[in-house]
């Protein structure tokens, strides 16, 4: 297990720490750094860049804040106990800290395919990365979250609206959303509050990047948003950093939807 890291924590009081999975770019890149400028630090997940999750544990740094990198495939399962026990460590070192205070599931990967042409092959490995793996990452290291922490299920805007080509994705997303809310019954017992987070279409790399990339598909999302125009990583960072907040202490088991006016 690669673990990489800033310098270890001060003596200063304890910060909160979030877990954010694919966090070393797209979405949860731009989460850990408005996190960061709440002054909530973060570990991440990689999958298998290295450099680009040392990149934003650098701007971190810059913000003032500490981080760590751990790699992780959230679509094998059977890594999940020797994560944990990397992130125990990584939490002893470099924090003196047990827990964490925040889980952010939010690794994904994209499939677009009609639904008479997905493979089984497709199907299985979006149902490992997007559904088997949030709830068997989430149950793995739920003695490692505070009392009063929070975990973030990210969803999909596609989970209301349907546009072709999506099926198979937007049912992982929906079955997340379901999931999302028994977590927060059945955690509740413990003070965590768990939500859903459903961004629409925002430029990323995610899917090879055609929303930021493909002008047509950039002016389509576009013409059906309320707010004219598609989402920016920095529409949702923010909203992460909010939910995880003590600002949003009483939002719990809800689908927040961060999309500027998809297909209202």
């Known amino acids: 297990m690669t673990t990489t890291t800033t310098s270890p924590a001060s003596s200063t009081s304890p910060r909160k720490i979030a877990l954010i999975t694919g966090g070393s770019r797209g979405l949860g890149r731009n989460a850990a750094l408005h996190?960061?400028?709440?002054?909530?630090?973060?570990?991440?997940?990689?999958?298998?860049?290295q450099?680009?999750?040392?990149?934003?544990?650098?701007?971190?740094?810059?913000?003032?804040?500490?981080?760590?990198?751990l790699r992780l495939d959230v679509g094998d399962s059977a890594t999940f106990p020797a994560f944990a026990q990397a992130l125990k460590t990584t939490l002893q070192?470099?924090?003196?800290?047990?827990?964490?205070?925040?889980?952010?599931?939010n690794a994904g990967v994209g499939v677009h395919a009609p639904l008479a042409d997905t493979s089984e092959a497709q199907f299985d490995e979006l149902m490992r990365v997007h559904l088997k793996g949030p709830f068997f990452l989430t149950q793995t290291l739920?003695?490692?979250?505070?009392?009063?922490?929070?975990?973030?299920?990210?969803?999909?805007?596609?989970?209301r609206f349907a546009?072709?080509?999506?099926?198979?994705?937007?049912?992982?997303?929906?079955?997340i959303e379901v999931l999302s809310r028994y977590m927060a019954?059945?955690?509740?017992?413990r003070g965590i509050r768990v939500?859903?987070?459903?961004?629409?279409?925002?430029?990323?790399?995610?899917?090879?990047?055609?929303?930021?990339?493909?002008?047509?598909?950039?002016?389509?999302?576009?013409?059906?948003?309320?707010?004219g125009r598609a989402g920016l990583p920095d529409d949702i960072g923010p909203v992460v950093a909010s939910l995880l907040s003590q600002d949003c202490h009483w939002i719990n088991a809800q689908r927040v939807e961060a999309s500027g006016g998809m297909f209202v």
């Open 185 to 189: 019954k059945e955690f509740g017992a």
């Open 93 to 105: 070192q470099h924090w003196q800290r047990e827990r964490i205070d925040h889980l952010v599931n």
């Open 35 to 49: 996190l960061a400028r709440r002054g909530i630090d973060s570990i991440l997940t990689f999958h298998s860049r």
């Open 195 to 227: 939500n859903t987070l459903a961004p629409g279409a925002i430029e990323t790399d995610f899917g090879g990047g055609a929303v930021r990339d493909n002008e047509a598909v950039n002016q389509m999302v576009a013409s059906v948003t309320a707010l």
């Open 142 to 159: 739920l003695p490692l979250i505070n009392d009063g922490g929070s975990v973030l299920n990210v969803s999909s805007g596609l989970a």
């Open 163 to 175: 546009l072709p080509g999506y099926g198979a994705y937007a049912t992982m997303k929906g079955g």
């Open 51 to 69: 450099d680009e999750a040392q990149a934003v544990i650098d701007e971190i740094e810059r913000l003032g804040g500490r981080a760590a990198a």
